[in-house]
T-cell receptor, first 117, second 114 residues
Framework: AQKITQTQPGMFVQEKEAVTLDCTYD???????LFWYKQPSSGEMIFLIY??????QNATEGRYSLNFQKARKSANLVISASQLGDSAMYFC??????????????FGPGTSLSVIP | EAQVTQNPRYLITVTGKKLTVTCSQN?????MSWYRQDPGLGLRQIYY???????DKGDVPEGYKVSRKEKRNFPLILESPSPNQTSLYFC?????????????FGSGTRLTVV
């Protein structure tokens, strides 16, 4: 069974500091993708970053990087130099593209990040 | 503009009155999906579709129906809504062959069943 765990319901970070949001996952499929999404208070879902299970290097997108530790099944999001606009809910998600037979994407419960001036 | 369009944005209805939430995308995406978001539970997948006429259950399909007669449209049908279906619903789509850009989400539909 698939499962995504985000153990931090809420976090605070000082502006300009770096913060790590934890995500662990559980799958028996060797091929999968990991994503992070941001949901500001306005409600829209914003795609941040993607890591494939076969990717050798950790994904980076601007101030976002994904610390991928495959053996530990962890995919933590690192936000460098936090800004006030980073205050939002963050969701970790996993997709298993099983060819023609299935293609589920599941989300974790989310972490609420508050950036303090 | 490339987008996923959901309607309506807000809906209040009564128990048992059938309703449909529409979802349309203009990006020629094969893959479409419906989620519901509830506090503390994140987003849970209701149904997904890998292409026209191909649909499959997600983790919480009970009480919902979908159809995929055309590539661009993926409506969510609640035949007999109940209060426990009060939630925030999202439609999403993506290219099946390119996961690197994740989903494109609609703006959400906030449904209240009284």
């Amino acid at each position: 069974a698939q499962k995504i765990t985000q153990t931090q319901p809420g976090m605070f970070v000082q502006e300009k500091e770096a913060v790590t949001l934890d995500c662990t996952y559980d799958t028996s499929d060797p091929s999968y993708g990991l994503f992070w999404y941001k949901q500001p208070s306005s409600g829209e879902m914003i795609f941040l970053i993607y890591q494939g299970s076969y990717d050798q290097q950790n994904a980076t997108e601007g101030r976002y990087s994904l610390n991928f530790q495959k053996a530990r099944k962890s995919a933590n999001l690192v936000i460098s130099a936090s800004q006030l606009g980073d205050s939002a809910m963050y969701f970790c998600a996993m997709r298993e593209p099983g060819g023609a037979s299935y293609d589920k994407v599941i989300f974790g419960p989310g972490t609420s990040l508050s950036v303090i001036p | 503009e490339a987008q996923v369009t959901q309607n309506p944005r807000y809906l209040i209805t009564v128990t048992g009155k059938k309703l449909t939430v529409t979802c349309s995308q203009n990006m020629n995406h094969e893959y479409m999906s419906w989620y519901r978001q509830d506090p503390g539970l994140g987003l849970r997948q209701i149904y997904y579709s890998m292409n026209v006429e191909v649909t499959d259950k997600g983790d919480v399909p009970e009480g919902y129906k979908v159809s995929r007669k055309e590539k661009r449209n993926f409506p969510l049908i609640l035949e007999s809504p109940s209060p426990n279906q009060t939630s925030l619903y999202f439609c999403a789509s993506s290219l099946k062959t390119n996961l690197n850009y994740g989903y494109t989400f609609g703006s959400g539909t906030r449904l209240t069943v009284v």
